[in-house]
């Protein structure tokens, strides 16, 4: 059974940077799509950024120039580069991955706390 974790997460002041990773428990498997999601409290889990196997990343329009989504598919690792942090972006962020197999499946993170505060 595949299982993802995040890493990175923490507080942070504002203006100040972070970087999360996501990695899968296995590696032998092709992995279409990875996104990220956060959920802040009270707030609907939302869509921070994606990007789909040789695609390109697509943004939500609060995080655009300040986080970048990249991806290792030798290892089926995902980060996301978070830059120019504002008090907003704290919430939990969610590790999500999608394949094609046989069927569709699939895999969500735990998630990771980041908080931006002073």
């Known amino acids: 059974q595949v299982q993802l974790r995040e890493s990175g997460g923490g507080l942070v002041q504002p203006g100040g940077s972070l970087t999360l990773s996501c990695a899968a428990s296995e590696t032998s498997i092709s992995i279409d799509a990875m996104a990220w999601h956060r959920q802040a409290p009270g707030k609907q889990r939302e869509l921070v950024a994606t990007v789909t196997r040789g695609g390109s990343p697509i943004y939500a329009d609060s995080v655009k120039g300040r986080f970048t989504i990249s991806r290792d598919d030798a290892k089926n690792m995902m980060y996301l580069q978070m830059n120019s942090l504002k008090p907003e972006d704290t919430a939990v962020y969610y590790c999500?991955?999608?394949?094609?197999?046989?069927?569709?499946?699939?895999?969500w993170g735990q998630g990771t706390q980041v908080t931006v505060s002073s």
């Open positions: 999500f991955m999608k394949r094609l197999a046989t069927r569709l499946v699939t895999y």
